[in-house]
C-alpha cells in the first residue's frame, strides 16, 4: 500500500466565522487535521478607548468602558469609576455601593450564561442556547428597568450610581433567585455529564498554574488550575469583604474546567446578590462630588475582578479634569496570548472547543 503523503496547508479561520465570536482571525497551518501553527490576528474592532480617553473628563469616559466587555457592561463601570474613586478618595454612598454589587454580580452572571449557550452551540448543541438565552433575556429585562438599557448601560458614576432601584425591582430580583437556581440545576442535568459534552472537552486545552502566570492570565483562566486568585477575595474592593462566597476552581487546567468555573461561579454570583439584597440600606445613591472631577496628579492603578478576569485601569494625572494618560489592562487581550502554544499540537476539531473555552470578547481584546 502506497504512503499517504499530505500536505502542509495555510487556513483562515474567521475574521466572520461563528466559533471567533466577534471580529478575529485565527491563521493556522495544518498537516493533515492537525495544527502545527496558530497566529492571531487581532484589531479588526479598535477604537482607540485609552487615547480618546486623553481628551475627555473622567465622567464622560464611562460609556466607552460600556464597549470593551460589552456582553458585562456594568463590570467594565464599576472598573472605571473605583479607579477614579480610590484616586481622588471619593466616598460612595452605601446604597450605591450595594446596588452596585447587585447589578455587577447578575452581569456576571449574564456573562457566564453567554459563555454557556455559546460554547456548547459551538459544540454542537443547540438547546443549552436557547435556555441559557431565555435566562440571560431576564437579567436584561432587570437592567433595562433600572437604567433604561439592555447593553450598553452607562449606570455608575464616580460617586454612586445615575439611578436608584425603581419601586419592586428589589423584590423582583428577590423572587428570581429561586428560579434561577433551579435552571442551574436544569444546566448541570442537561450538559455536564453529557458523554458526547466530555468527550469534546475532558483533557483538552491543558496547562498548569505556572503557565497561566507566565502569561499573565487572570480570571476563570487562571482559576482553572487550580490557582485560587479572585480580587474579590484576594484585594478586596467595593464591599466584597461583607459577603460569604466561595472562589471556585479547578484542578486539571482543561476545558472542562474553565466550563465548571464558569458553572460555579454563577451559583456563588446569585449567593452575593441574594446577601445584598439582604443588607442594602436606605439613603442617598450619589456622594458629594464635584461637577468637574480634578484627580490629583501622580499615577494610579485599581482593578476590579470582571467576568473575563482582572480588569484595570492605569490613570497618570497631572492634576487636571482629564487624565495625561490612560491604560486599560483588559483579560480577553492576556488571555488571548496562550491561544497558539495551546492549539499547536491539536486537531481543527479541537480548535473549537480551545478557543471557546477561552472565553474572550472582540470588544475587550482590541478596545
Not at 454612586?160 to 429561586?178: H, N
Not at 497631572?318 to 499547536?344: A, V, W
Request: hydrophobic letters at 40%; charged letters at 25%; glycine letters at 8%.
Amino acid at each position: 500500500m502506497a504512503e499517504i503523503r499530505t500536505e502542509e496547508m495555510l487556513l483562515n479561520v474567521g475574521p466572520q466565522h461563528p466559533s471567533t465570536h466577534g471580529v478575529f482571525r485565527v491563521v493556522v497551518k495544518i498537516d493533515g487535521e492537525m495544527i502545527t501553527e496558530a497566529t492571531p490576528v487581532i484589531g479588526y474592532l479598535h477604537r482607540g478607548t485609552e487615547k480618546l480617553a486623553e481628551d475627555l473628563q473622567y465622567q464622560q469616559i464611562i460609556p466607552y468602558f460600556d464597549r470593551l466587555d460589552y456582553l458585562a457592561a456594568m463590570l467594565n463601570n464599576h472598573a472605571i469609576v473605583n479607579s477614579v474613586e480610590k484616586a481622588m478618595d471619593v466616598q460612595v454612598p452605601e446604597r450605591a455601593e450595594y446596588l452596585r454589587v447587585i447589578v455587577a454580580e447578575l452581569n456576571r452572571v449574564a456573562s457566564h450564561l453567554l459563555f454557556l449557550g455559546a460554547y456548547l452551540l459551538d459544540l454542537g448543541a443547540m438547546s443549552p442556547f436557547l435556555y441559557a438565552f431565555q435566562e440571560r433575556e431576564t437579567i436584561c429585562e432587570f437592567f433595562n428597568k433600572i437604567c433604561g438599557a439592555r447593553l450598553t448601560y452607562n449606570y455608575m458614576r464616580v460617586g454612586g450610581v445615575k439611578y436608584d432601584a425603581p419601586e419592586g425591582w428589589l423584590d423582583e430580583i428577590r423572587a428570581y433567585i429561586p428560579h434561577f437556581r433551579e435552571k442551574l440545576k436544569l444546566y448541570h442535568d442537561l450538559v455536564t455529564g453529557n458523554e458526547i459534552f466530555l468527550s469534546r472537552v475532558k483533557g483538552v486545552g491543558v496547562y498548569d498554574a505556572e503557565t497561566a502566570i507566565n502569561y499573565g492570565l487572570s480570571g476563570i483562566n487562571l482559576r482553572c488550575t487550580g490557582f485560587k486568585w479572585d480580587l474579590r477575595k484576594n484585594k478586596p474592593y467595593s464591599i466584597y469583604d461583607r459577603f460569604d462566597f466561595e472562589v471556585p476552581v479547578g484542578s486539571n487546567g482543561d476545558c472542562f474546567d474553565r466550563y465548571m468555573c464558569h458553572m460555579l461561579e454563577m451559583e456563588e454570583s446569585i449567593k452575593i446578590v441574594e446577601q445584598a439584597l439582604e443588607q442594602i440600606p436606605e439613603g442617598p445613591v450619589m456622594g458629594k462630588v464635584p461637577k468637574i472631577l480634578r484627580v490629583p496628579a501622580g499615577e494610579y492603578y485599581a482593578g476590579i475582578e470582571a467576568a473575563k478576569g482582572e480588569l484595570g485601569v492605569y490613570i497618570v494625572s497631572e492634576g487636571k479634569d482629564k487624565p495625561y494618560r490612560l491604560k486599560i489592562r483588559r483579560p480577553s487581550f492576556d488571555n488571548l496570548q496562550i491561544l497558539p502554544s495551546l492549539l499547536k499540537g491539536q486537531s481543527m476539531s479541537n480548535f473549537i472547543a480551545i478557543l471557546g473555552a477561552t472565553d474572550i470578547v472582540l470588544g475587550e481584546v482590541d478596545a
